[in-house]
């Protein structure tokens, strides 16, 4: 195992959604151990498929969450908390990264009628679709052959890409929900994006709710309200929903004892640090370590 990997903190926004510049952005991420084993809360301007493709996921979208198995997906709209993280040894799945100008320039009734509002929230896609619906067979193959082209790269590849994106869009279409254009409050209501950041390079740092106001400049009330509707979760609960991330990804590696890993992330308190590992992800640090065995 590499020291890298092992004793740096995970990079969390960067590396999930760093998309290569140009005229093709798009990126595939296969989650796996060890490399990534987790897709940490975070958030980004892009569009995302997530696919669940060995075992089971907890996956996180806005303030919903869902266990995935295998075959079963996730659609992530822009800017939408998301995360996943393994509920069982050698889960795998693979996620689909676009920005928006792959759907856009058009100028059609495609783009007027489906496309700008899909941007926009006026149509809001489900997030989670399950192996006992019938699109959900139909849509995945869609993922799995955006997947295979970006991986193989054959002479046209791009328009299989831009195919799948299309066809896997208009096939959730139907099941969507159609909402009021975001008036200007609600875009205001992105003022949390610093904090968030802030927290995914600090998470294991006291911080206070006037601390976290200042930061998003507003008032300690105010912010917790605006926390609470953006991510679903108080400050504390978000905190320690991104420690037990980072436990998680360091009782994978079998380098530390429980004690040290809770220490690491930020509890002082080895109790505490049980009960809400155990609330995060229905079981002990210790079964979770036994769980997931290190592989070389």
Known sequence: ????????????????????????????????????????????????????????????????????????????????????????????????????????????????????????????????????????????????????????????????????????????YPLAEFKAPPSKKDRQETGIQPLLIHLSNHFHEPLTVEEAARICCVTPNYFCHLFKKNTGKTLIEYVNMLRVYEACRLLQLHQYPVQEVAFRVGFSNLTYFGRIFKQNTSMTPSVYATRFKTRT
């Open 1 to 172: 195992m590499s020291v890298a990997f092992e004793d740096k903190p995970y990079p969390w926004k960067k590396e999930h959604t760093e998309i290569p510049e140009g005229l093709f952005p798009i990126n595939v991420f296969h989650i796996c151990f060890p490399d990534r084993s987790i897709i940490p809360p975070h958030w980004h301007d892009h569009l995302e498929w997530i696919l669940i493709t060995k075992g089971s996921f907890r996956v996180q979208v806005g303030p919903s969450s869902r266990e995935l198995v295998e075959g079963e997906l996730a659609f992530v709209g822009r800017p939408q908390i998301h995360a996943a993280y393994p509920t069982e040894e050698g889960s795998e799945l693979y996620a689909v990264v676009y920005n928006e100008a792959l759907l856009n320039g058009m100028r059609d009734l495609t783009e007027l009628q489906h496309i700008r509002p899909l941007l926009s929230g006026e149509i809001r896609l489900p997030a989670f679709y399950s192996s006992d619906q019938p699109v959900t067979r139909r849509i995945r193959a869609c993922i799995e052959q955006i997947v295979y082209s970006y991986q193989n790269k054959s002479p046209g590849y791009e328009l299989c890409i831009k195919g799948g994106l299309f066809s896997s869009l208009g096939l959730a």
